[in-house]
């Protein structure tokens, strides 16, 4: 009787563990490594969280204002050409 009793309580622990476990693609994870990387939160130490490692601090302005460039960059060429003849 305690068997089936421990064996109840052992598939429903394993039950419960598969039904909030998340289901994640290695694409989904790779680009949120990405968005983080981005963001600069993987300048963010154990010992500066929340805040950005006055260490990184530097490193993190100059990621962000290549960042800025690029966007710009990518704005600028995606917009189409104004023909003159057009434009009258």
Known sequence: MKALAIALVAI?????????????TRAEV?????QA????RDF???T?????NPIFAHQLEQQQTR???EQSNTTVAS???VNASEAN
């Open 44 to 46: 963010v130490t154990d």
């Open 67 to 69: 960042l800025a460039q």
């Open 30 to 34: 790779y680009q949120e490594l990405i």
């Open 12 to 24: 429903a622990t394993i039950a419960s563990a598969n039904a909030f476990a998340q289901t994640k």
């Open 37 to 40: 990387q981005k963001d600069g």
């Open 79 to 81: 917009t189409p050409p």
């Open 48 to 52: 500066s969280y929340p805040d950005v």
